[in-house]
């Protein structure tokens, strides 16, 4: 499942560049993956707010399009449109408000057992109906025109926020928790987000040197790996991680980079974000021309769990944390 996701995922990108429409060890081949939303582009990254106090229990928000939308009381049927918001609520701990979920919702591992309404591109409207869910709620993955569709068949739907920061990620887990009742979870929540980024961030202030890591997003072509560019979230964490992501000096969020000049760069770290979809370690040692890299001959090679990094849900700081323990694996954290 979350290799299906994270091809389908990285694919999507690709496709909507092309269209120009959207958004520590010795040895690594023994070096497992950190134990357990790039960030793509939304509509428009307006913050949600809320709108209107008033003396009942009814909510109004302005969510990711720009639309305000209301809600009597807080939801208790929920649909989720993306594996973000599923972590979120789940988070929160309103699974039981949760009665639907996208394909590729796969964690925790209890939402794969609520009815699915589809992939990314293509959801099930006559499932969404029949769920009758009091709220939808979208992603930045997720277009306009998905919820306009929605919305045409007079179900609530909001879009949250694809954030560009934590503290942008920690208002979205204070919208959702306003949409859903558990506000009180959220506090608590973000609190320990905030503090694990705390923790690490104090221990990579210890250190002067930042090495150069490459963040692979998708290896099958060696010849031109895809990576992480700038002002994405991978880039973000890998720098608060105390780290330089080679990627940021290209052009675009997701961006090809040649063998050359990855050789040029000389990456003193590689992590394979598509390991969740195959990809080896002892595959990237046998590439040719790669055992030139300084990652490579020093065996800093390791495969690492892309959805902690990719998905902006409650996952993030821990995403934060398993960089900063793999680029300064020195450190004690």
């Known amino acids: 499942?979350?290799?299906?996701?994270?091809?389908?995922?990285?694919?999507?990108?690709?496709?909507?560049?092309?269209?120009?429409?959207?958004?520590?060890?010795?040895?690594p081949i023994v070096a497992q993956p950190p134990t357990t939303t790039p960030a793509l582009p939304?509509?428009?990254?307006?913050?949600?707010t809320l709108q209107i106090s008033t003396p009942?229990?009814?909510?109004?928000?302005?969510?990711?399009?720009?639309?305000?939308?209301?809600?009597?009381?807080?939801?208790?049927?929920?649909?989720?449109?993306?594996?973000?918001?599923?972590?979120?609520?789940?988070a929160l701990s309103a699974a039981q408000q949760v009665v639907g979920r996208d394909d590729f919702s796969n964690y925790p591992p209890e939402a794969t057992s609520l009815p699915s309404i589809g992939g990314i591109q293509k959801h099930n409207l006559e499932e969404i109906v029949r769920l009758q869910p009091d709220l939808v709620l979208a992603a930045g993955i997720n277009s306009a025109e998905q919820v306009k569709d929605i919305e045409e068949l007079g179900i609530t739907i909001f879009l949250v926020s694809n954030p560009k920061t934590f503290e942008e990620l920690y208002t979205n887990i204070n919208t959702v928790a306003?949409?859903?009742g558990k506000q009180e979870n959220a506090t608590q929540l973000v609190q320990q987000m905030k503090e694990q980024v705390e923790k690490t961030q104090n221990a990579v202030q210890k250190v002067s040197y930042k090495p150069k890591v490459f963040y692979e997003l998708d290896g099958s072509d060696p010849t031109k790996p895809w990576t992480s560019g700038p002002g994405t979230f991978v880039d973000m964490l890998i720098n608060m991680a105390g780290g330089q992501n080679i990627g940021a000096s290209?052009?675009?969020?997701?961006?090809?980079?040649?063998?050359?000049?990855?050789?040029?760069?000389?990456?003193?770290?590689?992590?394979?974000g598509d390991s969740l979809f195959g990809m080896t370690v002892e595959e990237v040692i046998q590439r040719p021309g790669w055992k030139e890299m300084k990652a490579v001959q020093e065996q800093r090679v390791y495969p690492f769990n892309d959805d902690l990094v990719s998905r902006p849900g409650p996952r993030l700081s821990t995403g934060l944390f398993e960089l900063a323990k793999i680029i300064h694996s020195d450190l004690e954290f």
Do not use: H
Request: with cysteine; hydrophobic share 45%; charged share 15%.
């Open 1 to 27: 499942m979350q290799q299906t996701y994270q091809k389908s995922k990285f694919l999507l990108s690709l496709s909507l560049l092309v269209l120009i429409t959207l958004l520590s060890g010795c040895n």
């Open 42 to 48: 939304q509509p428009s990254p307006v913050a949600s």
């Open 56 to 90: 009942d229990t009814s909510i109004t928000l302005i969510d990711g399009l720009g639309r305000k939308v209301t809600l009597k009381t807080p939801a208790q049927r929920v649909i989720s449109l993306a594996p973000s918001n599923t972590e979120i609520l789940f």
């Open 178 to 180: 306003t949409l859903v």
């Open 250 to 272: 290209l052009q675009g969020d997701w961006a090809q980079i040649s063998q050359e000049e990855l050789l040029v760069q000389n990456p003193d770290i590689i992590l394979l």
